[in-house]
């Protein structure tokens, strides 16, 4: 009996040795305080997150930047909890994390805008739309609206397809002590020492294309949806649709166009296609729209220059055009 439970503690303490370990490696190694996997958190960043980070553009990593970043209890990068107006959803463009927090979307609308926002995104990628939803609907009240916000680049992977009628729950969150402690919990099993050490030895960095002293994600390799993808968008956007107008939550889609699309003009073979065939989608369903393809004609630092993400101008443009939407709307 006694070399069992000698055996359990030193096996408890080893554990807890590891975990310790992994989690100030976490913390020394901030690219990697993130939750990478469905542990315990399925959003991208932990809750009650109040900090200054300096990041650098994912188009160039020798540009560096200092943001305030925020997240509230439920882990979503928005200083508000509840009685939320607007929910965004959709991939890293709904919540732009080369951003100040003042200067995204949510940011915008929330503050400047007074409409009670909160950004929703989770881990889970753009084929796994219904995980969204369902965080959604179990974790905040019923929002008078929702905004899709996703790329262009990103619409062929777009899958929703959830037919339950969406209930809304307004689950509590947990406390900021109980967070702290699941934070700890999964930051040790999660091993970022291990994510280091691939970053460090495979450098999966994104090799920018430059042209005219711009960088670009794509370049000239810019891919036109086939036929099945964009049925695939349109079954999948318009039963969102549907699922939303039957809870009385107004839906608009907004898609913004690949940084390559708005500088069309110094590649030879990009084009407005894809933007193109996609508004034409929304328009035959009837679905609200917000064309960023038309809206930012004529503008300039709309997207960030050492990023494939918006600029703070980009998301004030985007910001005031979803705010005179959304009041529309509501008369």
Same mark, same amino acid.
């Given at each position: 009996?006694?070399?069992?439970?000698?055996?359990?503690?030193?096996?408890? +303490?080893?554990?807890?040795?590891?975990?310790?370990?992994?989690?100030?490696?976490?913390?020394?190694?901030?690219? @990697?305080?993130?939750?990478?996997?469905?542990?315990?958190? $399925?959003?991208?960043?932990?809750?009650?997150?109040?900090?200054?980070?300096?990041?650098?553009?994912?188009?160039?990593? $020798?540009?560096?930047?200092?943001?305030?970043?925020?997240?509230?209890?439920?882990?979503?990068?928005?200083?508000?909890?509840?009685?939320?107006?607007?929910? %965004?959803?959709?991939?890293?463009?709904?919540?732009?994390? !080369?951003?100040?927090? !003042?200067?995204?979307?949510?940011?915008?609308?929330?503050?400047?805008?007074?409409?009670?926002?909160?950004?929703?995104?989770?881990?889970?990628?753009?084929?796994?739309?219904?995980?969204?939803?369902?965080?959604?609907?179990?974790?905040?009240?019923?929002?008078?609206?929702?905004?899709?916000?996703?790329?262009?680049?990103?619409?062929?992977?777009?899958?929703? !397809?959830?037919?339950?009628?969406?209930?809304?729950?307004?689950? %509590?969150?947990?406390?900021?002590?109980?967070?702290?402690?699941?934070?700890?919990?999964? $930051?040790?099993?999660?091993?970022?020492? %291990?994510?280091?050490?691939?970053? @460090?030895?495979?450098?999966?960095?994104?090799?920018?294309?430059?042209?005219?002293?711009?960088?670009?994600?794509?370049?000239?390799?810019?891919?036109?949806?086939?036929?099945?993808?964009?049925?695939?968008? $349109?079954?999948?956007?318009?039963?969102?649709?549907?699922?939303?107008?039957?809870?009385?939550?107004?839906?608009?889609?907004?898609?913004?166009?690949?940084?390559?699309?708005?500088?069309?003009?110094?590649?030879?073979?990009?084009?407005?296609?894809?933007?193109?065939?996609?508004?034409?989608?929304?328009?035959?369903?009837?679905?609200?729209?917000?064309?960023?393809?038309?809206? +930012?004609?004529?503008?300039?630092?709309?997207?960030?220059?050492?990023?494939?993400?918006? #600029?703070?101008?980009?998301?004030?443009?985007?910001?005031?055009?979803?705010?005179?939407?959304?009041? #529309?709307?509501?008369?």
């Amino acid at each position: 009996m006694k070399n069992f439970i000698l055996k359990l503690f030193l096996f408890s +303490f080893g554990c807890f040795i590891i975990i310790t370990f992994e989690y100030f490696i976490s913390t020394y190694y901030s690219s @990697y305080r993130t939750p990478s996997n469905n542990l315990i958190f $399925e959003t991208k960043e932990y809750p009650y997150l109040n900090e200054t980070r300096t990041i650098s553009g994912d188009l160039n990593k $020798e540009s560096h930047k200092t943001i305030k970043y925020i997240t509230n209890s439920k882990g979503s990068r928005s200083i508000i909890n509840d009685k939320i107006e607007v929910a %965004l959803m959709g991939d890293s463009f709904s919540e732009l994390n !080369n951003l100040d927090q !003042n200067n995204t979307i949510q940011g915008n609308l929330n503050n400047n805008l007074k409409k009670r926002t909160v950004t929703v995104r989770l881990k889970h990628s753009m084929n796994q739309f219904n995980k969204f939803v369902d965080y959604l609907s179990e974790n905040y009240n019923k929002p008078k609206t929702v905004v899709l916000i996703i790329v262009e680049r990103n619409i062929g992977s777009f899958i929703f !397809n959830k037919t339950d009628k969406i209930n809304f729950k307004d689950k %509590l969150p947990y406390s900021f002590v109980y967070s702290s402690f699941l934070k700890f919990i999964n $930051e040790g099993i999660d091993f970022p020492s %291990l994510r280091f050490l691939k970053y @460090y030895f495979l450098k999966n960095e994104i090799i920018p294309v430059v042209v005219d002293n711009k960088r670009f994600l794509q370049g000239e390799n810019v891919k036109s949806f086939s036929n099945k993808e964009l049925k695939q968008f $349109e079954t999948s956007v318009v039963n969102l649709n549907n699922q939303f107008n039957e809870s009385n939550i107004n839906f608009i889609v907004s898609v913004v166009p690949n940084k390559e699309t708005f500088y069309k003009n110094v590649f030879k073979n990009v084009t407005d296609k894809n933007m193109i065939s996609v508004d034409s989608i929304l328009r035959k369903n009837n679905i609200l729209n917000i064309n960023l393809n038309q809206e +930012f004609k004529g503008l300039s630092n709309i997207y960030d220059e050492n990023d494939t993400h918006l #600029s703070g101008e980009g998301a004030k443009v985007v910001s005031i055009v979803l705010d005179k939407k959304i009041d #529309s709307l509501q008369k």
